[in-house]
């Protein structure tokens, strides 16, 4: 026998139970938006080429463009189609930029938890470091909101084996971390459960663009393909697509031209589908249709 992880059993997508999202709708689709802060000097990050010895000038003032002008256009975008925002938040990002989550604040938009900064890995840290690093962007972002987040994204989707456990003990719902599905799952914790919600490791700015070099114009159609193949795909299941972006990768002036015409599109279809807040859609797997979920 293999060594597994043990948070969920093996159910076809064919096999489950059926259910419809809110106004009878059969696809969810949220915008996932990281926005991240780095170390100057050390610590990890994303390459526009690669780096020399540091201070990595820089691929550090590459992803600062991010939150000083791509986050900004991304937001005009979002405003003139009108579409909420699942924001993944490094908590630094409070102290770094509190005018940018002030703005998403005043939009409605969801906050989750992302760690302290993605210049570090939780998964290298022992239990007792790992629940603090969890504590402290938790007290974060619920001192700026005034709600804890329900729903977390570890930087670099770096788990240790105890992360579900922490998360569910730290007291949020819902994980993204986890991409094995187009639908929500619930996971076993040592406590009870937390919900899987499908997060894009493909429909995503970074491997997409940063690891396989995909032009502005490829990433923007594999969104409206991704997008078209589902909505076809959910007449027979219920699913989810979430977007995941990056403003120091799509908020670049040319991919956000060709990022705008991908979001019309799904914009166009939006009497056909849930264009949602991943949190919201945690909320419906709770409340709403907690035994339909595998």
């Known amino acids: 026998m293999l060594p597994t992880h043990g948070r969920y059993d093996y159910v076809p997508i064919t096999q489950r139970a059926d259910y419809t999202w809110p106004n009878g709708a059969r696809l969810a689709v949220y915008i996932g938006l990281n926005?991240?802060?780095?170390?100057?000097?050390?610590?990890?990050?994303?390459?526009?080429a690669p780096g020399g010895p540091q201070p990595d000038v820089l691929n550090y003032a590459w992803r600062d463009y991010g939150n000083r002008v791509g986050a900004w256009r991304m937001i005009e975008i979002f405003d003139a189609l009108d579409m909420p925002v699942s924001v993944l938040a490094n908590s630094a990002m409070?102290?770094?930029?509190?005018?940018?989550?002030?703005?998403?604040?005043?939009?409605?938009?969801?906050?989750?938890?992302?760690?302290r900064t993605n210049a570090e890995r939780q998964s290298v840290l022992d239990e007792a470091d790992e629940a603090q690093l969890i504590a402290e962007a938790t007290a974060?972002?619920?001192?700026?909101?005034?709600?804890?987040?329900?729903?977390?994204?570890?930087?670099?989707?770096?788990?240790?084996?105890?992360?579900?456990d922490l998360l569910d003990e730290a007291g949020y719902g819902y994980?993204?971390?986890?991409?094995?599905?187009?639908?929500?799952?619930?996971?076993?914790?040592?406590?009870?459960?937390?919900?899987?919600?499908?997060?894009?490791?493909?429909?995503?700015?970074?491997?997409?663009?940063?690891?396989?070099?995909?032009?502005?114009?490829?990433?923007?159609?594999m969104i409206t393909d991704n997008f078209d193949e589902m909505l076809t795909q959910s007449e027979q299941q219920p699913l989810v697509?979430?977007?995941?972006?990056?403003?120091?990768?799509?908020?670049?002036?040319?991919?956000?031209?060709?990022?705008?015409?991908a979001l019309a599109h799904i914009n166009a279809h939006r009497d056909q589908i849930w264009l949602t807040r991943a949190g919201d859609i945690h909320a419906h797997c709770r409340d709403v249709i907690p035994d339909l979920i595998p």
């Open 35 to 48: 926005l991240e802060h780095f170390a100057f000097g050390e610590g990890l990050g994303a390459e526009l």
């Open 94 to 115: 409070y102290d770094y930029a509190p005018d940018l989550m002030a703005a998403h604040r005043a939009r409605g938009d969801e906050v989750l938890g992302h760690g």
């Open 140 to 164: 974060v972002i619920t001192r700026a909101e005034g709600r804890a987040p329900q729903g977390w994204l570890s930087p670099w989707i770096a788990e240790s084996r105890v992360t579900p």
């Open 175 to 221: 994980t993204l971390n986890w991409c094995m599905d187009d639908q929500p799952v619930w996971m076993r914790t040592r406590r009870g459960r937390i919900l899987s919600i499908p997060y894009p490791q493909e429909v995503n700015d970074i491997p997409s663009i940063v690891a396989r070099k995909d032009g502005a114009a490829q990433f923007a159609d």
């Open 241 to 261: 697509m979430g977007i995941a972006l990056h403003p120091y990768l799509v908020g670049q002036p040319y991919r956000l031209r060709h990022l705008r015409r």
